[in-house]
C-alpha cells in the first residue's frame, strides 16, 4: 500500500493597531507589555513620531522569549498632563515553527483498529526525508479475524513533531491456505445449509480443484437459475462460495427440420444470427440445454432475455422470454430476481405466465394488438397463469404491471 503524506508550514503575523484617546490632551508617552505588569513607566516603551489626542499605534512585539502556547499582551498611553489611560488587553497564540529543513518527513508508523499510543505503533522506513514522501509497507494481518477493519498511519518530522493521521477501512478475509480441499458440495437456487447440498466427489484432496456440475438439469423448469458451489478442508472450514447464473430451456419441435443454430440477448434485438451464440448438443428437433448468461454488458434495473433457434431450413423461432431485475453490491455480487416468464412464446393462442414462487402481491396483466387496442385485461395473484385467447396471427404486447412496475413483452400467434 502507498500513502502521500504532507506536512504544512503555518505562520503567524501579529500586527496591533491600538486608538487611544485620553480627555482632550495630546498622547505624549505609550507603553505595552506581555502576561506581567511591571507597572505604570515600567513597561516596553513603544515610540511616537508625532504627539496628538488621537493615535493609531503600530508597533512589532518581540515574541523570541515567549513559549509556545496562550499569551496577553497590555498596552496602556499617557497624556501630556500624566495622566494614565486604562489599560488595552489582548489575546495572541505563539507557535514558533522550527527551520525549514527541520520540517522534512524523518519516520511514519501505523496500527490496525487499536491505537498503542504516539510512537508506540509499527514502523514504517522513511528512505528519504523530505515534505513529500511515498510511504510503502506490508502490514502484518496474521492476528486479524475476518471481517471489516481500518488501519492508521502517521508520520512526523526531524523536530519530531507528528502530524495527523490517516485512517481507512478495509476488509480481511482469512484463507487456510494450507488446509486441502476435502468436500465440496452444490446446490441450484435454494441453499439447505452448510454440509447438506448435494455433494461433489473429491478424488484427490488439495488446494485447487476443477469440478464439472452436468447432473440435475433434466427435473428444472425453464427459465433463469442460479448455481451455488463450495467447498470445505478437513478441520470443517468453509470456503468462499461462487456464484453462476445460468438458464436452461427446453426447446420444442422447431418446424419439420433439426435446430441447428441457438442464441440470446437482452432487451434490444441485434438481429438475427448477431445474439449472443449458445453451445448447443447434438442437433435435433428437440434440444435440452443450458448455459451461463453473460451479465457483464447489462447495468443494474430491470431487464428482459430473449432465446430464439433456427433450424436446417434457415427458420428462426422465438422459444423463449423471462423478465427479471439486475443488481451488483458493493462486493461485486450479482443479485438476479426472476419477474415472469411467458411460455412457449410463440404460440397458437395458448400460453402460460408464470412468477416466482414468492410472489405475494397481485399483478395486471393486459394484451394488446401492436395498434394498442385492449384484447384482455386481468388481476392475477397464483404462481401461474393459464391463457387461451382467440386472435389473428401476429404480434402483440403484453404489458405486466406489479409494485408500481410495468413489463413490456412482445407475445407472438403462431409462428
Request: charged share 20%.
Amino acid at each position: 500500500m502507498k500513502y502521500i503524506v504532507m506536512k504544512k508550514s503555518i505562520c503567524i503575523l501579529i500586527i496591533l493597531l491600538i486608538t487611544y484617546v485620553i480627555s482632550a490632551q495630546d498622547i505624549g508617552y505609550a507603553e505595552y507589555f506581555v502576561d506581567t505588569d511591571p507597572g505604570h513607566g515600567k513597561a516596553t516603551k513603544i515610540d511616537i513620531s508625532v504627539s496628538a489626542s488621537d493615535l493609531t499605534l503600530d508597533f512589532d512585539v518581540s515574541t523570541n522569549s515567549l513559549a509556545n502556547g496562550w499569551h496577553f499582551i497590555g498596552i496602556r498611553a499617557k497624556n501630556s498632563n500624566g495622566n494614565w489611560g486604562l489599560n488595552c488587553n489582548r489575546l495572541m497564540y505563539i507557535l514558533k515553527l522550527p527551520a525549514t529543513n527541520d520540517r522534512k518527513i524523518s519516520k511514519a508508523e501505523y496500527f490496525i483498529d487499536t491505537d498503542p499510543g504516539i510512537g508506540q505503533a509499527n514502523p514504517i522506513t522513511v528512505n528519504n526525508q523530505d515534505f513529500e514522501v511515498v510511504l510503502e509497507a506490508t502490514a502484518n494481518l496474521a492476528s486479524l479475524n475476518s471481517g471489516m477493519h481500518y488501519i492508521s498511519i502517521r508520520s512526523a518530522d526531524i523536530s519530531g513533531r507528528w502530524g495527523v493521521q490517516i485512517n481507512r477501512l478495509f476488509y480481511y478475509a482469512k484463507m487456510q491456505s494450507s488446509s486441502s480441499v476435502s468436500k465440496a458440495e452444490y446446490f441450484i437456487d435454494t441453499d439447505l445449509g452448510f454440509g447438506k447440498a448435494k455433494p461433489f466427489t473429491v478424488a484427490n484432496p488439495g488446494n485447487e480443484l476443477t469440478l464439472d456440475v452436468t447432473n440435475d438439469l433434466a427435473g428444472l423448469e425453464t427459465g433463469m437459475h442460479q448455481i451455488v458451489i463450495r467447498a470445505g478442508d478437513a478441520e470443517g472450514r468453509w470456503g468462499s462460495s461462487i456464484n453462476r447464473t445460468f438458464y436452461f430451456v427446453k426447446i420444442p419441435v422447431l418446424a419439420e427440420a433439426n435446430i441447428t443454430h441457438l442464441e440470446y440477448f437482452y432487451d434490444s434485438d441485434p438481429g438475427f444470427g448477431k445474439g449472443i451464440a449458445i453451445s448447443a448438443s447434438t442437433p435435433g428437433k428437440e434440444v435440452s440445454f443450458s448455459f451461463d448468461a453473460n451479465l457483464s454488458g447489462i447495468t443494474s434495473g430491470n431487464h428482459i432475455i430473449y432465446i430464439r433457434a433456427k433450424n436446417a431450413l434457415n427458420q428462426w423461432g422465438q422459444v423463449y422470454t423471462e423478465s427479471f431485475s439486475y443488481s451488483i453490491t458493493g462486493l461485486g455480487d450479482e443479485k438476479v430476481v426472476s419477474w415472469f416468464k411467458i411460455y412457449p412464446n410463440p404460440n397458437q393462442g395458448d400460453f402460460r405466465i408464470q412468477f416466482p414462487e414468492n410472489q405475494n402481491e397481485s399483478s395486471k396483466i393486459q394484451i394488446l394488438d401492436i395498434s394498442g387496442k385492449m384484447i384482455l385485461e386481468k388481476l392475477v395473484s397464483g404462481k401461474s397463469e393459464e391463457f387461451s385467447i382467440d386472435v389473428p396471427k401476429g404480434l402483440y404486447i403484453i404489458n405486466i404491471e406489479k409494485n408500481n412496475k410495468i413489463f413490456s413483452q412482445k407475445l407472438c400467434i403462431d409462428w
